[in-house]
């Protein structure tokens, strides 16, 4: 049996060593509550605090403005829910390819009638149109939720979150952005960011799954979203997943510390992977803009549809190679893309991920694009 080629580190990536050995004290000896006042207590509140400190610190952010969630679900769900509830925003942004997190949250506030639901214009690659979100905010009466991501997980594309916070500030709108696919992998200052949330998972950068971040600019006041305790400054009861949060930080720091090299290495594999598809297996095209404002991380590769290339997935995965089709998140049901179908719906082609990690190989590529030279 040939070794497993993991190609879909956009789902989820491996837990680093250095990330394990870092959590397990918090898995055994030092198993105090948090919130207890004694010794054992004291020293796991400590960790977390020290947690939050590190990563405010790489995100130029204030301790006080990071917030440990269960993922970056949780983290955008309270984000949006806030901005409506809270805030005051009885209109919301966003484009047809962002996360479901992201999609299905607007559309419940829609359909329970608490904000109008506005689509902005994608460009052919599915970037967003900055004139049409001006246009927009310029138009709608009342206050404001724009929510758009920074990076696409199954494109690649990447958002200048930059120009949309300007435009947000200029029309007084909420911004959020589900920077699930960027936090780790890109540096991001906060304090030049015009953003009221951005949201992480530290599953995305050989951290723990089951823990997430929420970034709350300390100028946005709103409401607990989980009721019956004090944890997470009044803002999340429930005891913290105290290992999840020290596997947060360790894994951000890790990752921060070799970004340049790590992005230097994944960058090559996935040009390597783009150079060799296009020399060896016919008629393909690439989605997004992968030459130019991208994620280094991800390719998404259209194939003609044959009866071969439509169990494309499936046959690479009896031959242990694992990519996506759309997103992992919705795993098992196969309803095909919604971000496919948003910007490039071409009935005769099939859609794959391959999402690249610092563990990848060249060596892996020459393999799967022998096998996809098969299958097309």
Known sequence: ????????????????????????????????????????????????????????????????????????????????????????????????????????????????????????????????????????????????????????????????????????????????????????????????????????????????????LLYINENVKIHPFIHGGGQERNMRAGTENLYGIVGFAKALELSTANQEKDAEHIRSIRNYMMEQVRKNVKGTSFNGDPEGNSLYTVLSISFPKTEKSEMMLFNLDINNICASGGSACTSGTDQGSHVIRAINNDPNKVTVRFSFSKYNTKEEVDLVVAKLQELV
């Open 1 to 212: 049996m040939t070794a497993r080629i993991y190609f879909d580190n956009a789902a989820t990536t491996a837990l680093d060593p250095a990330v394990l050995e870092a959590m397990l004290p918090y898995m055994t000896e030092k198993f105090g509550n948090p919130s207890s006042i004694y010794s054992y207590g004291r020293e796991t509140r400590l960790a977390i605090e020290m947690a939050r400190k590190s990563v405010a610190k790489i995100l130029n952010a204030h301790p006080a403005e990071i917030f440990f969630t269960s993922g970056g679900t949780e983290s955008t769900n309270t984000a949006i829910s806030s901005a409506v509830r809270d805030l005051g925003c009885v209109n919301i942004i966003t484009s047809a390819i962002e996360h479901h997190a992201t999609l299905h949250t607007v559309e419940y506030f829609q359909k329970r009638g608490e904000a109008g639901l506005h689509f902005v214009k994608l460009l052919p690659s599915g970037q967003v149109d900055l004139n049409d979100l001006e246009r927009l905010l310029s138009t709608l009466p009342g206050k404001t939720l724009v929510t758009l991501m920074h990076a696409n997980n199954e494109i690649g594309i990447i958002t200048d979150i930059n120009a949309v916070g300007l435009l947000c500030k200029k029309y007084n709108a909420i911004f959020h952005s589900d920077t699930v696919q960027t936090v780790g992998h890109f540096p991001i200052n906060l304090r030049d960011t015009p953003v009221h949330f951005i949201t992480g998972a530290a599953h995305k950068f050989h951290g723990p799954k089951g823990v997430g």
